[in-house]
C-alpha cells in the first residue's frame, strides 16, 4: 500500500480529493491541514512515500521569507516525492512545482483514475507533463538552441520531451532509469526556464 500526506489548505477539498484517491485500494492517505511553514515540522522521512501539496503552498505565507521557504520545499522534495495539487493548474505553476522539486502535478478536479495514473507515475519516478508545459517548454528551447547553449544530451532530451514522450520510452531510449530520467528533466527545465 502506498502512504500518502496530503497537504492542503482547505477541510472540505481535502477531504474530497482524500476520498478519490482511496477509491484505489492500493493508497492509503492522512490529511495534514496547514498554512505553509508548519508543513516542514512534519518528519516526513518515514512517514509517507509520497506527499501531496496544494497548489497554494508554492507561495510563502506571510512573513516567509521567499527564498527561505523555497529552499526549505527543495529540502522536502529531496527527502520525499512531491506532487502539486490544484484545482486551475497553469503553465506558471507547473513550471514552479517542477523547479521546486515536484514529480508531477495534478488537478484536484480529475477523476480518480487520472489521479490515480498520475500519482502511480510519481511514486515510480516519472512526471507528466501536460500539453501547455510541453508547448510552453518547447519555445523557450528552441531559443536556448539556437544560443547554442545546450549540450548534446540536453538536445535529445528536450526533443523527446516536445514531443510528449513518456517518462518510460525516454528511460528506454536512452538505457536509464525512471528516476534518473525524472532528475534529468528537472535540471533540464531549470536550465530552460531559468535562463
Known amino acids: 500500500m502506498i502512504h500518502i500526506g496530503l497537504a492542503e489548505q482547505n477541510i472540505r477539498i481535502a477531504e474530497?480529493?482524500?476520498e478519490k484517491i482511496e477509491l484505489s485500494p492500493?493508497?492509503?492517505?492522512?490529511?495534514?491541514?496547514?498554512?505553509?511553514?508548519e508543513l516542514f515540522d512534519i518528519n516526513a522521512d518515514n512517514q509517507w512515500d509520497l506527499m501531496i501539496l496544494d497548489g497554494g503552498l508554492l507561495c510563502p505565507p506571510k512573513g516567509q521569507v521567499i527564498k527561505e521557504y523555497s529552499q526549505r520545499l527543495l529540502?522536502?522534495?529531496a527527502r520525499l516525492p512531491l506532487v502539486l495539487a490544484s484545482s486551475f493548474v497553469d503553465v506558471d505553476q507547473q513550471i514552479s512545482a517542477f523547479l521546486l522539486g515536484a514529480r508531477g502535478v495534478l488537478s484536484k478536479s480529475d477523476q480518480p483514475e487520472k489521479i490515480h495514473q498520475a500519482?502511480?507515475?510519481s511514486i515510480e519516478g516519472g512526471m507528466k507533463l501536460s500539453w501547455e508545459m510541453r508547448k510552453?517548454?518547447?519555445?523557450k528551447f528552441e531559443v536556448?538552441?539556437?544560443?547554442?547553449?545546450l549540450s548534446k544530451d540536453d538536445l535529445q532530451l528536450a526533443l523527446m520531451i516536445s514531443q510528449g514522450k513518456s517518462i518510460e520510452f525516454i528511460?528506454?531510449?536512452?538505457?536509464?532509469?525512471?528516476?534518473?530520467?525524472a532528475q534529468r528533466i528537472q535540471e533540464l527545465f531549470k536550465k530552460v526556464f531559468l535562463n
Do not use: C, H, Y
Request: hydrophobic letters at 45%; a positive charge; proline letters at 2%.
Open 144 to 149: 536556448l538552441k539556437e544560443k547554442n547553449s
Open 171 to 181: 528511460g528506454m531510449k536512452l538505457f536509464q532509469p525512471k528516476k534518473e530520467i
Open 119 to 121: 500519482l502511480f507515475q
Open 75 to 77: 529540502e522536502l522534495a
Open 136 to 139: 510552453s517548454f518547447t519555445s
Open 16 to 18: 474530497v480529493l482524500k
Open 26 to 37: 492500493d493508497f492509503k492517505v492522512d490529511l495534514i491541514l496547514t498554512r505553509g511553514a
